[in-house]
């Protein structure tokens, strides 16, 4: 079935005709019955309560029109009760299509050791009424549960994949035969993403950044050659992929990537009319710039009374989101793609984060995800590409995960804790008020902490019922390995020698390699094992730098 909501108008006119061909030969007047359908379809692009009423109005009333027929000139119309009820029918699945792609859909992430089932996740995700689910792989467990939901799905390809795919055929063959064809129609899969932010893992230039397109490419060789029709293919980005981005009139790709890479799969998006879809996360960016960023701009807040014009193209930004995708739009202009849409991959706010890391809290995460359904549901325009759309755009994420590697905001990006409960009310298909919401907390973050910050072994790792010794000891002599004189404290003799077990030292340890290194990537985790805090943990003699 086509996904109406991706379909031009022209598409629309040729069905259209396509359709009505088979009785226009018999009478003229069934030129009035897909006349009145045309003209519904187009109401689509302009309402839709409206819409519904007027379906019904057409074929259920006892108009004047259809009562004066005869029985014979209603069987040469060609459409009789039957074929209308067939019509509305088919209409209102397609017209279901198109209302799930104006609402936001919600990553589904699995990096956690204490996530619910996927049956559970699936009543969560029903329950703030997602207009789809991403996923970052193709679990079975995951697509079962989906099935026969209508719910539309984001399978992806994992990186470590593309090599093989992007040098053979019958590999993308069989990752398509065991991950997607078992599923489907069932699972409502519309897009296929192979890999995830590859060219920003410099890691991998060499290995596979060469072969992302030809991966891309040969998924969907093997998606036509099995006649899958419906199903869009690309990759994710995120915004490091722009050597500029401000103002948005400057918005360029990387030099690195910008015609070996991006350009052609910018050829192969437009030719399958797929989307170029982007990670795009203002909090990153009014975080650093917070004293020159307004958290209401960043926020997507409406009333916000701050706005940015950009001095090029006199342009007028009233929040930093379309700020952010129109530097890629015109990125995607100084290439020549101009007619590419832009689809947002991930976005969001995170919850809760480390001491050190401003604005992250409920409120704001709050506010920002329940203003970006508002903004889709209105048509999720920019002031460079002001055209209405309903390309997919997907929030992260569905749980805090646990077991994310990073600073502590990269384990706070739920809608829901893994128990389940909410850590803020949010409807994504945007038809909820703030006044119908529970009241939220005050956000009392959104300035620098100005107090002194240690990293310690995190409490729950310290109760006696935890045995990580092992891990621990892995991670203090990483620690102890780094840096200058990072463990000399806690060595014979040393100040911070007593008490002599793994949890005392590893404390000490990790303090003393995170105030080394927390200026230049170093954070506070060793996978879990550690947290920051504002209590001292000196003791004696014992000083833990700060």
């Known amino acids: 079935m086509m996904d109406w909501a991706e379909a031009d108008r022209n598409d629309l006119i040729l069905l259209l005709i396509l359709s009505g061909g088979f009785h226009l030969e018999r009478n003229f007047k069934v030129i009035f019955v897909f006349f009145n359908f045309a003209l519904y379809f187009l109401a689509f692009f302009f309402t839709s309560s409206s819409l519904i009423i007027s379906i019904f109005f057409h074929i259920f009333s006892d108009s004047p029109r259809r009562r004066d027929l005869s029985a014979e000139e209603a069987e040469n119309m060609g459409c009789d009760g039957t074929c209308y009820i067939l019509l509305m029918f088919v209409f209102f699945l397609t017209y279901s299509d198109a209302r799930l792609s104006s609402k936001v859909g919600i990553n589904y992430g699995k990096l956690g050791d204490n996530l619910p089932s996927p049956l559970v996740s699936r009543s969560l995700i029903d329950s703030i009424n997602s207009g789809g689910v991403k996923i970052y792989d193709a679990d079975p467990s995951i697509l079962k549960v989906l099935s026969n939901t209508n719910i539309p799905i984001s399978i992806m390809v994992p990186n470590q994949l593309i090599p093989a795919i992007g040098t053979n055929l019958s590999a993308a063959d069989q990752w398509v035969k065991t991950n997607l064809l078992p599923f489907i129609p069932d699972a409502r899969v519309r897009y296929l993403l192979v890999g995830n932010e590859i060219l920003s893992d410099y890691s991998i230039r060499n290995s596979t950044w060469g072969l992302l397109v030809p991966a891309i490419v040969n998924i969907k ?72 960023v307004s958290l209401e701009y960043a926020l997507l807040d409406p009333k916000a009374t701050t706005s940015y014009v950009d001095a090029g193209t006199k342009l007028v930004y009233k929040n930093m989101l379309e700020q952010m995708l129109d530097a890629v739009a015109f990125a995607m202009d100084k290439l020549g793609y101009s007619d590419v849409p832009i689809a947002i991959a991930e976005t969001g706010w995170p919850n809760a984060g480390d001491y050190d890391q401003i604005g992250a809290n409920p409120r704001n995460a709050a506010t ?21 759309n309903k390309s997919p755009s997907f929030v992260f994420s569905l749980f805090n995960e646990n077991q994310k590697p990073g600073r502590g905001t990269e ?35 959104n300035e620098p902490y100005k107090g002194k ?14 045995n990580v010794t092992a891990n621990l000891n892995g991670a203090l002599a990483y620690a102890c390995g780094q840096g200058n004189n990072t463990c000399d404290a806690i060595l014979e003799d040393g100040k911070c020698r007593e008490p002599n077990t793994v949890v005392a030292h590893a404390s000490y340890a990790f303090n003393s390699y995170w105030q080394q290194f927390r200026w230049s990537g170093g954070t506070c985790f060793f996978n879990g094992l550690a947290e920051q805090t504002v209590v001292d943990p000196s003791f004696g003699s014992c000083k833990y730098t700060a």
């Not at 006649?227 to 490091?240: I, L």
């Not at 910050?453 to 935890?466: D, H, L």
């Open 368 to 388: 920002y995800n329940r203003n970006l359904a508002r903004w889709v549901k209105a048509g999720k325009h920019t002031p460079a590409r002001p055209k209405k």
């Open 221 to 292: 060789r093997v998606l036509t050659s099995l006649s899958v029709k419906d199903v869009k293919v690309g990759t994710t980005m995120a915004m490091d992929v722009l050597s500029a981005s401000f103002p948005p009139s400057a918005g360029e790709f990387r030099k690195d990537i910008a015609k070996d890479v991006v350009a052609p799969m910018l050829e192969f998006l437009r030719k399958t009319r797929s989307f170029f879809f982007i990670d795009a996360y203002p909090y990153f960016v009014w975080s650093e710039n917070w004293k020159s």
């Open 411 to 445: 384990r706070h990006w739920g809608v829901f804790y893994p128990n389940g409960s909410h850590v803020y009310g949010l409807d994504l298909s945007g038809r909820t008020a703030d006044a119908e919401y529970p009241n939220l907390p005050p956000g009392k973050n």
């Open 453 to 466: 910050i240690w990293c310690v072994v995190a409490p729950e790792i310290r109760k006696p019922s935890v």
